[in-house]
């Protein structure tokens, strides 16, 4: 059976453009923008406050691992009270190949390892079905070891790099996403891969997506009246059934694309049109430029 958590974060290509080790010692504040690309922490040793896009601060402890998708503005700090006058919360000190804030010369209170994601073949619409707007897991050991042999891999040199690289993040999203504290409390596909009924019908989606789907001919997968399934796949994924459909269509026309895996002819009947004609209006239509010509540079990002 094809598992659509999987074959999305494949599809994702995600690579590590940047990663730092930091500490914190005594009294310190980071205060930082972000570019809207997902980046994760994982912290080592100690604790910290962390509060992103404008959201409460959550608690972070040893072991912690959080994965933001989008992050325009964080603050993380140290969870000391009381502050002395003299202070300088901003403090910034290179010491090795580790970032220090705050006192210099004491002993850290928060060691942390922070990694910014890229997608080389990003896709929004899919991205944020799959992810929650903040994802934190707690106390997961394995996720901290992989981190840090992530971060061994980059700084390396050996043969095969990218490729390691490459699979190890995918393994890392994997692993967090499939987490409990991947949490549902907001809609995206993993609420709807979690549900009993319309979790089958997703993995038929991605099984046979040049099948005529139809809202009944999933419905009667998911064992649910038409519109029952309907009103539970938009309140569980956020997105109707055939939005979803065409979503993940136009996810694998894209990749197909870029890749150069065939004519448009070819491409079109994958995805489930008749004629690359028909293919060539949906596209257009849902991406904003004809596939013929997506695939080049200026539209790599699209």
């Known amino acids: 059976m094809i598992d659509p958590l999987a074959e999305i974060v494949s599809m994702l290509r995600p690579s590590l453009p940047f990663s730092k080790a930091a500490s914190g010692s005594g009294n310190w504040r980071v205060d930082g923008d972000g570019d809207g690309n997902p980046f994760f922490v994982v912290i080592l040793e100690g604790s910290t406050r962390l509060a ?30 009381n502050l002395d006058d003299g202070d300088d919360l901003l403090r910034v000190t290179k010491l090795g190949d580790e970032t220090r804030h705050g006192d210099p010369t004491g002993m850290p209170n928060m060691r942390v390892l922070i990694g910014r994601l890229a997608f080389g073949s990003p896709d929004t619409a ?18 901290t070891a992989l981190v840090q042999m992530i971060r061994e891999e980059a ?18 999203l994997i692993e967090a996403l499939r987490s409990d504290a991947a949490g ?7 609420r709807g891969l979690a549900d009993k009924h319309l979790g089958p019908a997703i993995r038929r989606m991605h099984a046979n997506p040049a099948r005529a789907w139809t809202v009944e001919d999933l419905a009667s997968t998911a064992m649910l009246s038409r519109s029952v399934f309907f009103d539970r796949f938009q309140k ?8 979803y459909l ?11 694309l870029r890749r150069k895996e065939g004519g448009m002819k070819e491409i079109a009947k994958r995805i489930g049109y008749g004629s690359a004609s028909a293919f060539s209006v949906a596209f257009s239509r849902f991406v904003g ?7 080049h540079p200026m539209h790599m990002g699209s």
């Open 52 to 81: 992103i896009n404008g959201q409460p601060d959550i608690e972070l402890e040893e072991n912690d691992f959080v994965l933001i998708p989008a992050a325009y503005r964080f603050t993380m700090s140290s969870n000391t009270e």
């Open 126 to 143: 899919l991205v944020f079905a799959l992810l929650p707007c903040l994802l934190h897991v707690r106390g997961q050991g394995r996720l």
């Open 155 to 172: 700084q390396g040199d050996r043969p095969a790099k990218e490729i390691v690289l490459e699979r190890q993040l995918q393994l890392l």
């Open 184 to 190: 549902l409390e907001t809609p995206g596909l993993l």
């Open 236 to 243: 569980q994924t956020g997105m109707s059934p055939m939005e």
């Open 246 to 256: 065409l979503s993940w269509r136009m996810a694998l026309a894209k990749d197909m």
């Open 289 to 295: 430029v004809a596939p013929s010509k997506y695939g």
